[in-house]
């Protein structure tokens, strides 16, 4: 079945820092899809982006960067000169098929990160 | 405003009483979600429908039940049987078929006591 991991559980950076959030996942499949998503305080999952095993181009989207590789089985995430409006839980999830041709994704436990002031 | 709306924010019930949490999603979305997520935890898929009157159960479907009568409209249903239904609650919805971004809603947090 499909794993994914975030070893870390809490970063705690001070603002204009740059930080880099881990994800490491498991899976047989030959096409899957990766995700990442931000849960800021009021609880809501806002999509951040999406990127399929078949595309390993890094992206960038302002102060955000994400970086595929299918050799460590890894899709980081980093911050840029981090504001105090990054604080949130992030989660890295993986896309598992499922009955009826469809998919789920399967979430890792997230990596709340807090930037200070 | 496109988007998915679930009410109530809070939710307090007594132990042994079944409870419906509503998600209702104006994206003309095929594909609903229904995840569960514990303090510290990642979210988990209790059910999802791909169309109208048809769904199936995710990794966690004991104690829960869903109806999807309505293409907006898929709620969930904590029953007595839920052993620890104190949770938050997430609903979600996609274009159906391949997993596109799912969109999710503002979440319910269940307080059972």
């Known amino acids: 079945a499909q794993k994914v991991t975030q070893a870390q559980t809490e970063i705690s950076v001070v603002e204009k820092e740059d930080v880099t959030l881990d994800c490491v996942y498991e899976?047989?499949?030959?096409?899957?899809?990766l995700f990442w998503y931000k849960q800021p305080p009021s609880g809501e999952l806002v999509f951040l982006i999406r990127?399929?095993?078949?595309?390993?181009q890094n992206e960038i989207s302002g102060r955000y960067s994400w970086n595929f590789q299918k050799s460590t089985s890894s899709f980081n995430f980093t911050i840029t000169a981090s504001q105090v409006v990054d604080s949130a839980v992030y989660f890295c999830a993986l896309s598992e098929p499922i009955q009826g041709g469809s998919e789920k994704l399967v979430f890792g436990k997230g990596t709340k990160l807090t930037v200070n002031p | 405003d496109g988007g998915i709306t679930q009410s109530p924010k809070y939710l307090f019930r007594k132990e042994g009483q079944n409870v419906t949490l509503s998600c209702e999603q104006n994206?003309?979305?095929?594909?609903m979600y229904w995840y569960r997520q514990d303090p510290g935890q990642g979210l988990r898929l209790i059910y999802y429908s791909q169309i109208v009157n048809d769904f199936q159960k995710g990794d966690i479907a004991e104690g829960y039940s869903v109806s999807r009568e309505k293409k907006e409209s898929f709620p969930l249903t904590v029953t007595s049987a839920q052993k620890n239904p104190t949770a938050f609650y997430l609903c979600a919805s996609s274009r159906g078929g391949r997993v596109l971004e799912q969109y999710f809603g503002p979440g319910t947090r269940l307080t059972v006591t």
């Open positions: 990127r399929n095993s078949f595309d390993e």
């Open positions: 899976t047989r499949d030959t096409t899957y899809y």
């Open positions: 994206l003309n979305h095929d594909a």
